[in-house]
Each structure stands twice: as C-alpha cells, then as structure tokens.
C-alpha cells in the first residue's frame, strides 16, 4: 500500500467521522463561519486560516480544499466579482464539499466556489474528466495505454485544469505536507505556474526543525497526520524563494509546537509571498529608503538597502516596492520628471542624491490611502 493510499483512505475517514488527531487548533472568523453547515465546519482539518489573506474580486484556488469550509469562508470575501477553486483527490471529501453547494449558492447569491479532482502537484490535469474518457477507452494493452499517455498529454497542454497565469491567491491548509518528497518541488512550480502576474500565496502548514528521520517518514500514521511528511522550516522557504516567488515571508509562527517526536518540533507556520517577475530592469531616476529597524537588509535582486539612505533601483524594482510585503518597511521616491526607459546599469550599493528626487513623487505608509497591486515590474501600476 502507498502512502498515497494511506492518505487518501484516513482522508476517507475524515470525511465520514470527525478526526481530531487531523488537525490543529485554529481559531476562524465565527462571522464567517456562520453560513456554513456543520458538517463542514465539524469535518474539515488544517493547521492555520490562509483566508485572511484573501481580497474581494480574487480568482482563489485551494489546494486540497477537503470539504471545503475554507473556500466557503474565501466565497464570502471575494465577492460577486471573484471566484474559489477547490482541488482535492479524495472522492469523499469531494462529494462532502459539493454536497452544499446548492445551498451556499444561495446564501452568497451567486454560485462562486468549484470543486475539482486532481493532484496538487499537477493541477494542468482533471482526473474527474480522466475518469470519464477512461470508462470509454479502457487500458487493455500497450497500444491502449499509448492512447491513455496521448489524451494525458493534451489535457494538460491544451486544456488544463488551471490554465497558466489564472490565479490571484493560492491558499493550502495543511496539505503541502501529505505530499511525497520527491513530488515536492513539482508542486510549488505547478503553484507558481497558474499564479498571474502580482499573484500571491497563502500557504498554512506544518513544518519540522530538523530534518526527520527515515524511521517517521516510512509511518503512514504520522505521514497521514502531517509529521512525517513536512518540509523543514528551512526548506519551505527555499522551495518558494528557488522557484522565483519573491517577498517569501514567514507571516505566522506558531510558538508552541503541535507536536514533539524523536525530539523534533512541529509547529503550524503561514507563509506568504508574491509573483513578480522581473526580467528586464529600466532605469528612471527611482530610488528607496528603507526605513529600518535593521542595519540593512537585501532584496530577491540583490540590492542593498542600508538604513535611512536612499539607494538606487531599477523603475521595476520601485514599482515592487510599493506592494506587499514590502511597502510597510520602505519610503519610495520617483523624480519629478523619470528618464526615458534605458537599461539599468547602476551598480549594486549606488546611492541616489537627494537632488534627484526633490519635487517628485514620495510614497510611504501612512501618507494616503494604500491601493490595490497590480503586477509589478510588468508594465502594471502598483499602489
């Protein structure tokens, strides 16, 4: 038996029964809540709420939504104008979701959230449509199972379960960690491919200290209850930053640990960061100043801001800044009059005089209302 299997059959479970040892406590919006049945409520697992990180007229998808209480709870604050996707591969806890979706379409007004079978770490193919071509071509031989690999492949390239660039949010509850290890960096660049441009992520989790011994993965109990199978805490944050997600922050850390095995400590953590992707880098006479409370620190560019004096970035660096997570921390300063685009050349630790941004645009937090982000560093306007 896989641990896959050993996944999906406590999973099963998990569906049918409550199963207390699935979860960690969480506290959730009890306003949120309250439009949603009990069942649901009562038999859904995770570690964190990623909701909170959800913005009205959001495309939200929920890897491994389970039985969907938070994409219920994503539905209330996207609004008429967004959307949730919930993926799952457990066919109970798909049909336990589904079940009310009649009904939550009528106490949001609109039918907003989906439910959808598939792999988290191939989230290009519907195994729900799968299925159905399967029980019309069946795999009996060699040439059958060619067919089988044909079809595969054009599902995913031509259409795909999440199209590339369609996500605003991607949220997880605890789930990244029922994942096979080798499957792991799959899955965070499956998360990066449907995210668009400016996209976020949300990912609630738990994660390990050390690294966890072979003795605890080969368990399917802790493996099936979140242990075994987490990243460190060292590596969750590597896999996003090393699949070119920027502004990677650790946003909760719980400090008391869920869990303790073999002397390792397991604790439910939220991490966040964004898709802003820069390619080409402009110069225009734009400049930051970081305004503490360290000495200095370093972007996912490579530059340098030391505090309290105003260095020198690229235009598609300063319009990143102005979103967050990194808007809280900078003063940004645009010149009265940017240069024309030409390429950005200035070397790494070049300071901008004070002269070059008098009578300009100076951006920071608290001066004015702050607006919503587009995708940075492409072309689009950002707060």
Same mark, same amino acid.
């Given at each position: 038996?896989?641990? @896959?299997?050993?996944?999906?059959?406590?999973?099963?479970?998990?569906? &049918?029964?409550?199963?207390?040892?699935?979860?960690?406590?969480?506290?959730?919006?009890?306003?949120?809540?309250?439009?949603?049945?009990? @069942?649901?409520?009562?038999?859904?697992? $995770?570690?964190?709420?990623?909701?909170?990180?959800?913005?009205?007229?959001?495309?939200?998808?929920?890897? *491994?939504?389970?039985?969907?209480?938070?994409?219920?709870?994503?539905?209330?604050?996207?609004?008429?104008? /967004?959307?949730?996707?919930?993926?799952?591969?457990?066919?109970?806890?798909?049909?336990?979701?589904?079940?009310?979706?009649? @009904?939550?379409?009528?106490?949001?007004?609109?039918?907003?959230?989906?439910?959808?079978?598939?792999?988290?770490?191939?989230?290009?193919?519907?195994?729900?449509?799968? /299925?159905?071509?399967?029980?019309?071509?069946?795999?009996?031989?060699?040439?059958?199972?060619?067919?089988?690999?044909?079809?595969?492949?054009?599902?995913?390239?031509?259409?795909?379960?999440?199209?590339?660039? %369609?996500?605003?949010?991607?949220? %997880?509850?605890?789930?990244?960690?029922?994942?096979?290890?080798?499957?792991?960096?799959?899955?965070?660049?499956?998360?990066?491919?449907?995210?668009?441009?400016? $996209?976020?992520?949300?990912?609630?989790?738990?994660?390990?200290?050390?690294?966890?011994?072979?003795?605890?993965?080969?368990?399917?109990?802790?493996?099936? $209850?979140?242990?075994? =199978?987490?990243?460190? @805490?060292?590596?969750?944050?590597?896999?996003?930053?090393?699949?070119?997600?920027? *502004?990677?922050?650790?946003?909760?850390?719980?400090?008391?640990?869920?869990?303790?095995?073999?002397?390792?400590?397991?604790?439910?953590?939220?991490?966040?960061?964004?898709?802003?992707?820069?390619?080409?880098?402009?110069?225009?006479?734009?400049?930051? !100043?970081?305004?503490?409370?360290?000495?200095?620190?370093?972007?996912?560019? $490579?530059?340098?801001?030391?505090?309290?004096?105003?260095?020198?970035?690229? &235009?598609?660096?300063?319009?990143?800044?102005?979103?967050?997570?990194?808007?809280?921390?900078?003063? &940004?300063?645009?010149? !009265?009059?940017?240069?024309?685009?030409?390429?950005?050349?200035?070397?790494?630790?070049?300071?901008?005089?004070?002269?070059? /941004?008098?009578?300009?645009?100076?951006?920071?937090?608290?001066? =004015?209302?702050?607006?919503?982000?587009?995708?940075?560093?492409? *072309?689009?306007?950002?707060?």
């Amino acid at each position: 038996m896989t641990m @896959e299997s050993h996944v999906h059959q406590r999973y099963a479970q998990g569906a &049918r029964e409550v199963v207390p040892a699935l979860c960690c406590p969480v506290s959730y919006d009890s306003a949120l809540l309250a439009l949603l049945p009990r @069942e649901i409520i009562d038999r859904d697992y $995770g570690c964190g709420d990623p909701s909170r990180y959800v913005q009205p007229g959001d495309t939200v998808l929920d890897l *491994g939504s389970g039985a969907g209480k938070i994409c219920y709870i994503a539905a209330q604050l996207v609004g008429e104008s /967004g959307r949730v996707i919930g993926i799952d591969m457990n066919d109970e806890m798909l049909a336990l979701a589904r079940k009310y979706q009649p @009904e939550m379409a009528h106490k949001l007004g609109s039918d907003r959230v989906s439910f959808r079978k598939g792999r988290i770490q191939d989230l290009a193919l519907d195994l729900e449509s799968l /299925g159905h071509w399967l029980v019309a071509h069946p795999v009996t031989d060699l040439a059958s199972l060619t067919l089988l690999e044909q079809h595969q492949h054009r599902m995913r390239h031509q259409d795909p379960m999440i199209p590339d660039a %369609s996500v605003d949010l991607v949220i %997880s509850n605890c789930v990244l960690n029922l994942v096979d290890d080798t499957l792991k960096s799959q899955l965070v660049r499956e998360i990066v491919r449907v995210l668009k441009p400016g $996209g976020r992520v949300a990912i609630s989790d738990i994660v390990a200290d050390a690294p966890i011994p072979q003795t605890l993965k080969q368990n399917p109990e802790l493996w099936t $209850g979140c242990i075994s =199978g987490a990243f460190t @805490e060292t590596d969750f944050v590597r896999a996003f930053r090393e699949a070119g997600l920027t *502004g990677v922050t650790i946003d909760k850390w719980e400090t008391t640990p869920w869990q303790v095995m073999e002397g390792i400590e397991f604790r439910s953590v939220t991490l966040t960061a964004v898709k802003h992707s820069i390619t080409q880098q402009t110069e225009g006479g734009h400049a930051i !100043l970081y305004r503490g409370p360290f000495a200095c620190v370093e972007d996912d560019l $490579g530059n340098r801001f030391p505090v309290g004096v105003r260095m020198a970035v690229s &235009r598609e660096a300063h319009a990143r800044m102005g979103c967050a997570p990194f808007v809280d921390h900078v003063v &940004r300063f645009a010149p !009265l009059r940017p240069q024309l685009p030409t390429p950005y050349l200035a070397p790494p630790g070049a300071e901008r005089p004070a002269s070059a /941004g008098r009578g300009g645009q100076v951006q920071s937090v608290g001066q =004015g209302e702050r607006k919503p982000c587009g995708p940075a560093g492409g *072309g689009g306007k950002c707060c």
